[in-house]
């Protein structure tokens, strides 16, 4: 179909759409994979991105008359940063720690913790006027949320704090 000179392909808008939403999607993934070392997974991912990239960008680049074209491959780039943050909140790989600074005694929040299975480290602390109760844990990122929830049902006053682990070694993970 054309209109004022301009080819209008609609389906192949949608496929190239849909072409960057994938590439996208896995660009992201690859990229948290290298931030967790996983660097054989990384490339091979890698390598379906980039062919599916190229597949998208020569259909564009052959049919620059189709303005559909280049609203959906900007489109799709857009919509593919959305779907890898999703994917790589659903896979929730690596380790994180958790740091729970709670204001009130920590012995019971530390055993319910430790019952649920997780690995708990307690450590006396002194916070801005008071003596405070910090407990560390570190876990699977996966069970982060679960962990929290328990923390916040427990302990509704406690700080926490959650950060990234690059690598751990020994200890106790659940």
Same mark, same amino acid.
């Given at each position: ?17 849909? $072409? ?10 690859? /990229? ?5 070392? !996983? ?5 091979? !991912? ?17 049919? $620059? ?30 380790? /994180? ?10 012995? @019971? ?11 708990? /480290? ?10 405070? @109760? ?13 962990? !929290? ?26």
């Amino acid at each position: 179909m054309t209109l004022l000179g301009m080819h209008l392909d609609l389906a192949g808008a949608l496929l190239i759409f849909c $072409l960057r939403l994938a590439d996208v999607t896995l660009g992201t993934v690859r /990229t948290v994979l290298v931030m967790r070392g !996983v660097r054989f997974v990384a490339a091979l !991912v890698g390598f379906f991105e980039i062919i599916i990239w190229v597949v998208a960008i020569s259909r564009v680049m052959a049919h $620059l008359d189709n303005v559909f074209n280049i609203i959906a491959y900007a489109g799709g780039y857009s919509c593919g940063i959305l779907m890898g943050i999703f994917v790589e909140e659903r896979l929730a790989l690596g380790i /994180t720690v958790v740091n729970i600074v709670a204001p009130e005694d920590d012995e @019971h929040l530390a055993a319910v913790l430790r019952k649920a299975g997780f690995g708990v /480290t307690r450590l006396e602390a002194f916070g801005m006027h008071d003596e405070m @109760h910090f407990l560390r844990v570190v876990l699977p990122r996966r069970k982060v949320n679960s962990l !929290v929830r328990l923390c916040k049902k427990l302990s509704p006053k406690s700080f926490l704090t959650i950060e990234d682990v690059r690598s751990a070694h020994g200890g106790y993970l659940p």
